[in-house]
């Protein structure tokens, strides 16, 4: 039992931890705003298409057939989920195992952010399923380790967990487990560097699961390095989900921040963008090799070559520019913008892949309905909703003076 509930009675301790300070009738009168009307509204309308979805199959809600058994789910909630939730292993392993205390600041929000995000993009995955409970089924008794698929669901699994484990400090620290955060601090570099394994194999993994449809995805989006352009986009859209997150969070939850402790996210804005930079250019560098050696010239004079080239240079280019620029000047509301600019960049990229090319020669388009988009939009919101009630709570923002900051 913590010292918090030793020393407080339960009554006590619920106003505390959980009602913020509220008593129960004031905590509930709090909820009465304009926002929380409209979650509500989002989450009463989805969460019932979703209960439908699981009693009478996806052909009730979506337009998956077998031509087309990939659609909105997969390609944003898992391959766009996935590829933002990136910013948590990269500041882990800046902060927890290079030693980069610039950034501490931020490495909590963003080892939560990529729990939460790896979290709901198995509930996206069990939306998409069409028998979900049986998702063990392959990763226990048939062992398929030529699978790609196989790799990517035990990675996925493993570093879900890891993420849980490298988010206890804050939660130990706000039960008052002093014995049980010790124990997670001394395990923190471990984690951080499993966690890093883990995130290089399936975020690449994810991209090779693409290699098999060489027929089936349009030339200018298919490549053998497939893999590698998964990857190392991830960990641009890591940093710039960082830069967008850190400014939202220190706008929206100010009060949670602590007013003694200084914190220069300005330097870490800057910071972080020059290392997107690079990231980019590395990026835009080798989907320029890729293209070079598919010898796809041809196809740049149409209309998916022009939708390809705006990817290319809007989306890669431009940020890579504009983040280098913006740096150099510390420019940090440009910075910002271009985060902002980077991470829809990731997710056009992602479902370009995934929806725009695959299967582009067909004559019937899949077009999601309006039931999956708003599976999508609940998924995320109630995500949101879980974010801001554990910064609201938990010393992810802030530092508890009450513990050390070791790692």
């Known amino acids: ?3 918090v509930a030793r020393t407080l009675p339960a009554h006590d301790w619920l106003v505390e931890k959980i009602f913020m300070g509220y008593r129960p009738g004031a905590y509930v009168r709090s909820f009465f705003t304009p926002a929380n009307a409209l979650v509500a509204s989002i989450v009463g309308l989805g969460v019932p298409v979703i209960v439908y979805r699981f009693l009478f199959g996806l052909g ?3 337009n998956l057939s ?7 789910w997969i390609s944003f909630d898992v391959l766009c989920g996935v590829a933002l939730a990136a910013g948590g292993y990269s500041m882990a392993l800046a902060v927890y195992v290079f030693g980069l205390e610039k950034y501490h600041p931020v490495v909590r929000p963003a080892v939560l952010t990529g729990f939460l995000g790896y979290f709901f993009v198995v509930i996206g995955l069990l939306c998409d399923l069409g028998l979900p409970w049986h998702l063990p089924v392959p990763m226990v008794y048939s062992f398929g380790t030529l699978s790609v698929m196989f790799e990517v669901a035990w990675c996925v699994c493993l570093y879900l967990f890891t993420l849980a484990f490298e988010f206890t400090p804050p939660l130990f620290e706000w039960l008052n487990w002093p014995r049980a955060r010790a124990l997670a601090i001394k395990a923190t570099i471990p984690l951080t560097i499993f966690g890093f394994m883990l995130s290089t194999m399936h975020q690449s993994s994810l991209g090779a699961l693409f290699l098999i449809a060489k027929d089936k995805v349009h030339p200018l989006w298919y490549s053998p390095y497939v893999p590698l352009f998964f990857f190392v986009s991830s960990i641009a859209a890591g940093l710039s989900m960082v830069i967008f997150e850190s400014a939202l969070s220190h706008r929206i939850f100010h009060d949670r921040l602590d007013p003694s402790a200084h914190v220069d996210l300005d330097g870490i804005t800057v910071g972080l963008a020059r290392g997107a930079s690079i990231v980019l250019f590395a990026y835009f560098f ?10 796809r010239w041809d196809l740049v004079n149409t209309p998916y070559g022009y939708w390809w080239l705006f990817e290319m240079l809007g989306f890669i280019l431009a940020p890579s520019l504009l983040y280098a620029y913006g740096a150099r000047h510390k420019h940090v509301g440009l ?7 980077t991470v829809i960049g990731v997710v056009v990229n992602r479902l370009n892949v995934s929806l725009v090319a695959v299967n582009w020669s067909r004559p019937t388009a899949y077009i999601p309905t309006v039931y999956e988009v708003l599976v999508s939009v609940t998924i995320v919101t109630i995500g949101i909703q879980v974010f801001r009630w554990i910064v609201n709570r938990m010393p992810v923002l802030r530092d508890d003076p009450a513990f050390p900051v070791t790692h």
């Open 286 to 295: 080798l989907k320029v090799q890729g293209f070079i050696a598919s010898e």
């Open 60 to 62: 009730s809600v979506t």
């Open 1 to 3: 039992m913590s010292n």
């Open 66 to 72: 077998q031509a087309s058994p990939w659609g909105l």
């Open 335 to 341: 910075l910002r913008a271009v985060a902002a600019w």
